[in-house]
Protein backbone atom coordinates (compact mmCIF):
# COMPACT_ATOMS: atom_id res chain seq x y z
CA UNK A 1 0.00 0.00 0.00
CA UNK A 2 1.47 3.14 -0.90
CA UNK A 3 2.53 4.89 2.86
CA UNK A 4 2.10 8.32 0.83
CA UNK A 5 -0.40 11.06 2.41
CA UNK A 6 -2.49 12.59 -0.06
CA UNK A 7 -5.26 15.54 0.85
CA UNK A 8 -8.26 16.24 -0.56
CA UNK A 9 -11.51 17.25 -0.44
CA UNK A 10 -13.78 14.95 0.58
CA UNK A 11 -16.26 12.76 -1.49
CA UNK A 12 -19.83 12.16 -1.18
CA UNK A 13 -20.54 9.70 2.07
CA UNK A 14 -16.23 11.03 3.72
CA UNK A 15 -18.07 13.43 5.93
CA UNK A 16 -20.53 11.09 7.40
CA UNK A 17 -17.13 9.22 8.38
CA UNK A 18 -15.31 12.37 9.75
CA UNK A 19 -18.73 12.90 11.85
CA UNK A 20 -19.10 9.06 12.91
CA UNK A 21 -15.41 9.52 14.15
CA UNK A 22 -16.24 12.64 16.22
CA UNK A 23 -18.93 10.71 17.53
CA UNK A 24 -16.29 8.18 18.52
CA UNK A 25 -14.24 11.31 20.51
CA UNK A 26 -17.31 12.03 22.49
CA UNK A 27 -18.18 15.16 20.74
CA UNK A 28 -21.42 14.28 20.22
CA UNK A 29 -22.79 15.00 16.78
CA UNK A 30 -26.94 15.18 15.33
CA UNK A 31 -27.74 12.53 13.61
CA UNK A 32 -28.44 14.71 10.28
CA UNK A 33 -25.39 17.05 10.89
CA UNK A 34 -23.72 15.86 7.70
CA UNK A 35 -26.02 17.78 4.69
CA UNK A 36 -26.14 20.36 6.61
CA UNK A 37 -22.68 21.01 6.85
CA UNK A 38 -21.72 20.11 3.19
CA UNK A 39 -24.51 22.58 2.33
CA UNK A 40 -22.21 25.36 4.37
CA UNK A 41 -19.28 24.90 1.68
CA UNK A 42 -18.94 21.74 -0.44
CA UNK A 43 -14.91 22.69 -0.58
CA UNK A 44 -14.16 23.18 3.06
CA UNK A 45 -14.19 19.32 4.16
CA UNK A 46 -10.56 18.08 3.63
CA UNK A 47 -9.84 14.30 3.98
CA UNK A 48 -5.86 13.01 4.13
CA UNK A 49 -5.73 9.05 2.73
CA UNK A 50 -3.18 6.75 2.37
CA UNK A 51 -4.04 4.93 -0.72
CA UNK A 52 -7.84 4.89 -0.19
CA UNK A 53 -7.60 4.76 3.68
CA UNK A 54 -9.32 7.97 5.35
CA UNK A 55 -6.89 8.58 8.35
CA UNK A 56 -7.45 12.49 8.98
CA UNK A 57 -9.75 15.11 8.33
CA UNK A 58 -10.39 18.54 8.92
CA UNK A 59 -13.60 21.05 7.86
CA UNK A 60 -12.16 24.98 7.26
CA UNK A 61 -15.89 26.00 5.99
CA UNK A 62 -15.68 29.48 4.40
CA UNK A 63 -18.16 32.07 4.68
CA UNK A 64 -17.68 34.70 1.63
CA UNK A 65 -14.58 36.10 1.32
CA UNK A 66 -13.33 36.96 4.61
CA UNK A 67 -14.41 34.38 7.42
CA UNK A 68 -13.64 30.70 7.57
CA UNK A 69 -14.26 28.28 10.43
CA UNK A 70 -12.38 25.48 12.07
CA UNK A 71 -14.18 22.30 12.59
CA UNK A 72 -13.69 18.12 12.58
CA UNK A 73 -10.01 18.70 13.42
CA UNK A 74 -9.31 14.56 13.55
CA UNK A 75 -6.95 12.17 12.89
CA UNK A 76 -7.74 8.12 13.32
CA UNK A 77 -6.45 6.96 16.29
CA UNK A 78 -4.53 4.42 14.61
CA UNK A 79 -2.27 6.73 12.23
CA UNK A 80 -1.24 9.66 14.92
CA UNK A 81 1.80 10.74 15.88
CA UNK A 82 2.87 10.28 12.28
CA UNK A 83 2.44 13.90 10.81
CA UNK A 84 -0.79 13.80 9.54
CA UNK A 85 -2.34 16.42 11.75
CA UNK A 86 -0.24 18.88 10.86
CA UNK A 87 -0.16 18.02 6.83
CA UNK A 88 -4.01 17.85 6.79
CA UNK A 89 -4.22 21.43 9.07
CA UNK A 90 -1.71 23.04 6.62
CA UNK A 91 -3.73 22.28 3.96
CA UNK A 92 -7.11 23.50 5.40
CA UNK A 93 -5.30 26.65 6.59
CA UNK A 94 -4.03 27.49 3.45
CA UNK A 95 -7.39 27.51 1.99
CA UNK A 96 -8.62 30.31 3.83
CA UNK A 97 -5.60 32.23 3.32
CA UNK A 98 -7.00 36.00 3.39
CA UNK A 99 -9.61 35.56 5.76
CA UNK A 100 -10.36 35.57 9.47
CA UNK A 101 -10.41 31.95 11.04
CA UNK A 102 -11.86 31.34 13.69
CA UNK A 103 -12.52 27.92 15.73
CA UNK A 104 -13.90 26.85 18.93
CA UNK A 105 -11.31 25.35 20.98
CA UNK A 106 -10.89 22.91 24.09
CA UNK A 107 -9.14 24.13 27.09
CA UNK A 108 -5.99 21.27 26.66
CA UNK A 109 -5.86 22.72 23.40
CA UNK A 110 -5.53 26.52 23.56
CA UNK A 111 -1.95 26.98 23.94
CA UNK A 112 -1.47 25.00 20.59
CA UNK A 113 -3.68 27.06 18.77
CA UNK A 114 -1.76 30.11 20.15
CA UNK A 115 1.35 29.00 18.54
CA UNK A 116 -0.82 29.05 15.44
CA UNK A 117 -1.47 32.76 15.67
CA UNK A 118 -4.76 32.35 17.18
CA UNK A 119 -5.87 34.40 20.09
CA UNK A 120 -8.57 33.59 22.90
CA UNK A 121 -12.21 36.22 21.96
CA UNK A 122 -13.95 34.65 24.81
CA UNK A 123 -15.26 31.66 26.26
CA UNK A 124 -17.90 29.38 25.95
CA UNK A 125 -19.34 27.18 28.59
CA UNK A 126 -21.23 23.95 27.62
CA UNK A 127 -24.23 23.30 30.16
CA UNK A 128 -26.68 19.99 29.93
CA UNK A 129 -29.42 18.67 31.80
CA UNK A 130 -32.94 17.24 31.57
CA UNK A 131 -35.83 20.20 31.97
CA UNK A 132 -38.73 17.94 33.33
CA UNK A 133 -41.30 20.54 32.34
CA UNK A 134 -40.64 23.20 30.07
CA UNK A 135 -42.63 25.90 29.42
CA UNK A 136 -45.50 26.52 27.45
CA UNK A 137 -45.20 28.21 23.81
CA UNK A 138 -46.23 31.63 23.54
CA UNK A 139 -48.58 32.90 21.25
CA UNK A 140 -45.69 34.98 19.25
CA UNK A 141 -43.40 31.85 19.54
CA UNK A 142 -43.65 29.94 15.50
CA UNK A 143 -42.42 26.80 13.86
CA UNK A 144 -40.17 27.84 11.05
CA UNK A 145 -41.68 28.11 7.35
CA UNK A 146 -40.30 28.01 4.12
CA UNK A 147 -41.18 31.59 3.74
CA UNK A 148 -39.23 33.24 6.81
CA UNK A 149 -35.67 31.74 5.75
CA UNK A 150 -34.79 34.95 4.00
CA UNK A 151 -35.41 36.38 7.02
CA UNK A 152 -34.18 34.15 9.41
CA UNK A 153 -30.99 34.48 6.82
CA UNK A 154 -30.25 38.20 7.22
CA UNK A 155 -31.46 38.50 11.30
CA UNK A 156 -28.95 36.05 11.39
CA UNK A 157 -26.03 37.84 9.66
CA UNK A 158 -26.55 40.66 12.36
CA UNK A 159 -24.96 38.80 14.96
CA UNK A 160 -22.83 35.32 13.21
CA UNK A 161 -19.70 36.85 11.30
CA UNK A 162 -20.88 36.56 7.61
CA UNK A 163 -23.97 35.69 5.47
CA UNK A 164 -24.58 32.25 5.69
CA UNK A 165 -27.94 31.57 3.84
CA UNK A 166 -27.11 27.80 1.95
CA UNK A 167 -25.96 26.84 5.18
CA UNK A 168 -29.30 27.95 7.32
CA UNK A 169 -31.80 26.79 4.41
CA UNK A 170 -30.56 23.12 5.03
CA UNK A 171 -30.17 23.62 8.76
CA UNK A 172 -33.62 25.54 9.41
CA UNK A 173 -35.44 23.91 6.80
CA UNK A 174 -35.14 20.04 7.40
CA UNK A 175 -37.11 19.07 10.10
CA UNK A 176 -37.04 15.50 10.50
CA UNK A 177 -34.02 15.38 13.28
CA UNK A 178 -34.20 19.10 13.51
CA UNK A 179 -36.74 21.50 14.85
CA UNK A 180 -36.57 25.63 14.57
CA UNK A 181 -38.79 27.80 15.94
CA UNK A 182 -38.67 31.82 15.52
CA UNK A 183 -40.03 34.33 17.63
CA UNK A 184 -41.63 37.31 15.54
CA UNK A 185 -42.36 41.03 16.92
CA UNK A 186 -44.08 44.18 14.61
CA UNK A 187 -40.90 44.81 13.54
CA UNK A 188 -39.77 40.83 12.14
CA UNK A 189 -38.18 38.43 14.04
CA UNK A 190 -36.99 38.83 17.81
CA UNK A 191 -34.93 35.87 17.61
CA UNK A 192 -34.64 32.18 16.31
CA UNK A 193 -33.17 28.85 17.89
CA UNK A 194 -32.92 25.32 16.73
CA UNK A 195 -33.04 22.21 18.25
CA UNK A 196 -31.55 18.71 16.63
CA UNK A 197 -31.18 14.88 17.76
CA UNK A 198 -27.52 13.62 18.67
CA UNK A 199 -26.18 10.50 19.29
CA UNK A 200 -26.89 11.27 23.50
CA UNK A 201 -29.96 13.39 24.31
CA UNK A 202 -30.36 16.85 21.58
CA UNK A 203 -28.18 19.66 21.38
CA UNK A 204 -30.14 23.55 20.84
CA UNK A 205 -27.76 25.89 18.72
CA UNK A 206 -28.20 28.29 17.51
CA UNK A 207 -30.08 30.21 20.23
CA UNK A 208 -30.36 33.66 18.72
CA UNK A 209 -32.34 36.41 20.58
CA UNK A 210 -32.53 40.24 20.97
CA UNK A 211 -33.36 39.90 24.83
CA UNK A 212 -33.68 37.23 27.37
CA UNK A 213 -37.71 37.61 27.07
CA UNK A 214 -37.29 36.24 23.61
CA UNK A 215 -34.65 33.79 24.25
CA UNK A 216 -36.95 32.34 27.41
CA UNK A 217 -39.68 32.26 24.66
CA UNK A 218 -37.67 29.79 22.26
CA UNK A 219 -36.16 27.76 24.92
CA UNK A 220 -38.98 26.75 26.43
CA UNK A 221 -40.04 25.67 22.88
CA UNK A 222 -37.29 24.14 21.82
CA UNK A 223 -36.93 21.99 25.17
CA UNK A 224 -40.37 20.37 24.95
CA UNK A 225 -39.05 18.92 21.67
CA UNK A 226 -36.71 17.17 23.98
CA UNK A 227 -39.37 15.16 25.69
CA UNK A 228 -37.77 14.39 28.78
CA UNK A 229 -34.80 13.68 27.18
CA UNK A 230 -31.23 15.55 27.96
CA UNK A 231 -30.28 18.52 26.57
CA UNK A 232 -26.76 20.69 25.82
CA UNK A 233 -26.45 24.17 24.65
CA UNK A 234 -22.92 25.73 24.28
CA UNK A 235 -23.39 29.36 26.00
CA UNK A 236 -21.21 32.41 25.78
CA UNK A 237 -20.30 33.05 29.02
CA UNK A 238 -19.85 36.74 28.50
CA UNK A 239 -23.42 36.97 28.29
CA UNK A 240 -24.49 37.08 31.68
CA UNK A 241 -28.59 36.80 30.87
CA UNK A 242 -27.98 33.70 29.25
CA UNK A 243 -26.00 31.67 31.65
CA UNK A 244 -28.86 32.58 34.07
CA UNK A 245 -31.37 31.49 31.78
CA UNK A 246 -30.06 27.93 31.72
CA UNK A 247 -28.81 28.15 35.26
CA UNK A 248 -32.94 28.92 36.41
CA UNK A 249 -33.91 25.70 34.27
CA UNK A 250 -31.44 23.62 35.93
CA UNK A 251 -28.68 22.81 33.41
CA UNK A 252 -25.35 22.66 34.52
CA UNK A 253 -22.01 23.48 33.78
CA UNK A 254 -20.11 21.08 31.91
CA UNK A 255 -16.93 21.41 29.83
CA UNK A 256 -15.66 25.07 28.29
CA UNK A 257 -13.88 26.18 24.97
CA UNK A 258 -12.57 29.38 24.01
CA UNK A 259 -13.97 31.00 20.91
CA UNK A 260 -10.37 31.85 19.24
CA UNK A 261 -9.26 33.69 16.00
CA UNK A 262 -6.45 34.22 13.61
CA UNK A 263 -6.55 37.60 12.10
CA UNK A 264 -8.82 40.57 13.07
CA UNK A 265 -11.77 39.31 15.46
CA UNK A 266 -15.39 39.92 14.01
CA UNK A 267 -17.54 42.05 16.10
CA UNK A 268 -20.31 39.94 17.61
CA UNK A 269 -22.97 40.99 19.82
CA UNK A 270 -22.70 38.65 22.41
CA UNK A 271 -25.89 39.94 24.31
CA UNK A 272 -27.89 38.07 21.31
CA UNK A 273 -26.00 34.89 21.69
CA UNK A 274 -27.75 32.65 23.73
CA UNK A 275 -26.10 29.66 22.54
CA UNK A 276 -23.53 28.88 19.79
CA UNK A 277 -24.89 27.22 16.19
CA UNK A 278 -22.26 24.33 16.45
CA UNK A 279 -18.43 23.64 17.57
CA UNK A 280 -17.68 22.48 14.14
CA UNK A 281 -18.80 25.15 12.01
CA UNK A 282 -19.00 28.38 14.42
Not at 64 to 90: M, N, T
Not at 196 to 222: M, S, V, W, Y
Request: glycine share 12%.
Amino acid sequence: MNSALSIRTMRPGELELALEWARQEGWNPGLDDAHAFHAADPSGFLVGTIGEVPVACISVVKYGDSFAFVGLYIVHPEFRGKGHGKAVWDAGMASAAGRTVGLDGVVERQSDYRRAGFEVAYRTMRYGGIVANPSQAGADVLPVSAELLDEISHYDAGIFPAMRASFLTEWCGSQEKRRTFVVRGEAGIRGYGTIRRCFEGFKIGPLFADDRQAAEALIGTLLREAKGQRVYIDVPAENDEAVRLVAALGLEPGFETARMYRGPAPAIPLERVFGTTTLELG
